[in-house]
């Protein structure tokens, strides 16, 4: 018997394998990052119509959420950037709110915003499956 004959669908069953647990996988992972991206978006949303005065416990909160990112790990198919950008951008609001906090006239605010945007950009950009998702 011709060995090639034997190889191949050996090597099809295994690329098959590979491509159904990454995508068996890939919903759990994005759905654990959404999961915390739409609760710190609405976290902020609340921390945005909070006097200043009384922002402490929102901003514990913000970061709090934040910093369940670093408990997500990416996928070896995800780029290390692509995590990274979002967790920049909820750094970046975090900062803003701090910044606001301490100084009413806060002169960032416009520019971090920007930032936090784009930021969110990149990191769909850098993902595998965006927006495959919905």
Do not use: H
Request: with cysteine.
């Amino acid at each position: 018997m011709n060995k090639r004959k034997i190889w191949i669908p050996v090597l099809l069953a295994i690329a098959c394998m590979i491509g159904v647990g990454k995508f068996a996988i890939e919903p759990s992972y994005y759905n654990r990052i959404e999961e915390v991206r739409s609760e710190y978006m609405d976290e902020f949303e609340i921390a945005m119509s909070t006097p200043r005065i009384s922002l402490g416990p929102a901003v514990r909160e913000l970061n709090d959420i934040s910093n369940r990112l670093d408990d997500i790990n990416p996928p070896f198919w995800v780029s290390g950037d692509a995590q990274n950008y979002l967790t920049w951008s909820l750094d970046t609001l975090n900062d803003m709110t701090i910044g606001y906090m301490g100084d009413p006239d806060y002169p960032d605010i416009e520019e971090d915003l920007v930032n936090a945007a784009e930021n969110i950009e990149r990191y769909w950009e850098a993902t595998p499956l965006q927006g495959e998702l919905e």
